[in-house]
């Protein structure tokens, strides 16, 4: 059974830095690109930023682009997301999700439940 | 990047009626489509990919079509559990982007 399991979502003050974690089980983790998704309180779904099996290949929003970095270790089947210079428009929830190939692009198939964020003064 | 434009912003309906969703792309996107249904308090799941494909363990009365800039989700005859937030994302380019969602409502 597939699971992503979220961590690190906290309050933090504006200017502040959060490293989150996603925890992966029940698949062949270095095998597929992975994804951070975020959701402010009310609003719809924010494509964040995205990392290839091997982490050779990033891709991140132009919204966090400079202050968020997302990175992988398949040694320990975890994705990062770090985040730096916080602002309060970053408050959200922040789902982690795995991607499946169905070529030539893939789709977020499975999703974490989600580590709040908080920024606030 | 690629706009999805979502509509209506909210659909009311009754269970057992039939529900269509539309996205509109800003630029074609092909068929490199996603529909991924939100229950409230919950995280978002995936219902159709490659604009008309179901994932495992949707049912039936789900179907996806359209391709280029026009899509449609087809809910055949809601159930009361198919009340939630649907959104369609868009595999073709990068950014990602999502459409600002679709709330059916009783």
């Known amino acids: 059974e597939v699971q992503l399991l979220e961590s690190g979502g906290s309050l933090v003050q504006p200017g502040g830095s959060l490293r989150l974690s996603c925890a992966a089980s029940?698949?062949?983790?270095?095998?597929?690109?992975m994804t951070w998704v975020r959701q402010a309180p009310g609003k719809g779904l924010e494509w964040v930023s995205s990392?290839?099996?091997?982490?050779?290949?990033?891709y991140h929003a132009d919204s966090v682009k400079g202050r968020f970095t997302i990175s992988r270790d398949n040694s320990k089947d975890t994705v990062y997301l770090q985040m730096n210079s916080l602002r309060g428009e970053d408050t959200a929830v922040y789902y982690c999700?795995?991607?499946?190939?169905?070529?030539?692009?893939?789709?977020?198939?499975?999703w974490g439940q989600g580590t709040l964020v908080t920024v606030s003064s | 990047e690629i706009v999805l434009t979502q509509s209506p912003a909210t659909l009311s309906l009754s269970p057992g009626e039939r529900a269509s969703l539309s996205c509109r792309a800003s630029?074609?996107?092909?068929?490199?489509l996603a529909w991924y249904q939100q229950r409230p308090g919950q995280a978002p799941r995936l219902l159709i990919y490659?604009?008309?494909n179901r994932a495992t363990g949707v049912p039936a009365r789900f179907s996806g079509s359209g391709s280029g800039t026009d899509f449609t989700l087809t809910i055949s005859s809601l159930q009361p559990e198919d009340f939630a937030v649907y959104y369609c994302?868009?595999?073709?380019?990068?950014?990602?982007?999502f459409g600002q969602g679709t709330k059916l409502e009783i």
């Open positions: 999700a795995k991607e499946t190939v169905v070529l030539p692009t893939d789709y977020l198939d499975y």
């Open positions: 029940g698949f062949a983790f270095s095998h597929h690109a």
């Open positions: 990392i290839s099996g091997s982490g050779g290949t990033t």
């Open positions: 630029e074609s996107v092909s068929n490199y």
């Open positions: 490659a604009a008309s």
């Open positions: 994302q868009q595999r073709n380019k990068w950014p990602r982007t």
